[in-house]
């Protein structure tokens, strides 16, 4: 018979060996550190980011089992950043691969036309053209790509500054906010616990 000790050790590496499976290829905890993806996400906001929301995976590999669908203009993803491969950035998908982006006055257009852009939030009035914030393009996002902008367009480091995104770095869809701390405050943020984000 095995001794007790052994047991529990068995039993607490299979948990631990399932939380990893999970994490790697299921759901993953995200922390949001920055305003750029202000009102819709908050600093301090804790969320999930669902990893089946494309496809599925080989645990702990990038290679991909399945797919079932792509990447969807107004998806808030979760990404490695091309940039910094050390980090990960949340912003909404702007544009997918075969469209045309343009930012004329503050003002977004998809392959030519100005389309309804609700979740966008600005700060500063002012339109700048020597900076691509507020005037960018157009370009046309090459296939296996995505454009990517933070909901706070004035405050926000994304594809119109650094370019495009891959598809193949896309860790999951910010789904759902399980927490959220206002460190400013020093309380929680109840109101935001349970928020579905959108």
């Known amino acids: 018979m095995k001794s007790r000790l052994r047991q529990n050790v068995e039993s607490l590496g299979l948990a631990v060996l399932v939380a990893l499976v999970v994490r790697s290829s299921v759901v993953e905890a995200f922390w949001v550190p920055s305003g750029s993806m202000l009102p819709t996400i908050q600093i301090g906001d804790h969320l999930f980011v669902n990893k089946l929301a494309y496809g599925a995976h080989v645990p702990f590999t990038s290679y991909e089992l399945a797919h079932w669908r792509p990447l969807r203009r ?94 193949h770095d896309v860790k999951g869809q910010a789904t759902f906010i399980y927490w959220s701390w206002d460190s400013q405050a020093h309380w929680p943020r109840w109101d935001r616990l349970g928020h579905f984000l959108r």
């Open 74 to 167: 107004g998806d808030i993803i979760v990404f490695v950043s091309p940039v910094d491969r050390k980090i990960d950035l949340i912003k909404r998908v702007i544009a997918v691969g075969g469209d045309t982006v343009e930012v004329r006055n503050k003002r977004l257009y998809i392959n030519g036309e100005a389309v309804p852009d609700p979740h966008a939030a600005f700060t500063d009035p002012k339109i700048h053209t020597v900076v691509p914030r507020d005037n960018f393009g157009p370009v046309t996002v090459p296939a296996g790509k995505f454009f990517v902008m933070g909901d706070n367009r004035d405050q926000s480091y994304d594809s119109r500054f650094w370019g495009f995104a891959d598809e």
